[in-house]
Nanobody
Framework: QVQLVESGGGLVQPGGSLRLSCAAS????????MGWYRQAPGKQRELVASITSGGSTNYADSMKGRFTISRDNAKNTVYLQMNSLKPEDTAVYYC???????????????WGQGTLVTVSS
């Protein structure tokens, strides 16, 4: 009914940059918050950053100053610009929309399938 599709992951050297994208599609009437989470091998999934429909942002402390979240409401797309990447940023990055209203007036929480980011020399 509603899908989130991430793109932009890959292999990057320490100190490099990547830009992730997440596009929502389907029977979408509105999307409130959108966010990025990540899960490193052997670790729990953690919040990276989130953004409201009005553009207010929230970041995990370790990402502040290096990562920037943004969104294009007209395209139902959220972005994550990641700079100064470190090996410890290696993880699968997931897009999340915790409250999507559909045209049938259902509220859904939706997760993307994840995109792998590997930071290594």
């Amino acid at each position: 009914q509603v899908q989130l599709v991430e793109s932009g992951g890959g292999l990057v050297q320490p100190g490099g940059s990547l830009r992730l994208s997440c596009a929502a599609s389907g029977s979408i009437f509105s999307i409130n918050d959108m966010g990025w989470y990540r899960q490193a091998p052997g670790k729990q999934r953690e919040l990276v950053a989130s953004i409201t429909s009005g553009g207010s942002t929230n970041y995990a402390d370790s990402m502040k100053g290096r990562f920037t979240i943004s969104r294009d409401n007209a395209k139902n797309t959220v972005y994550l610009q990641m700079n100064s990447l470190k090996p410890e940023d290696t993880a699968v990055y997931y897009c999340n929309a915790p409250r999507v209203m559909t045209y049938s007036f259902q509220y859904l929480e939706v997760w993307g399938q994840g995109t792998l980011v590997t930071v290594s020399s």
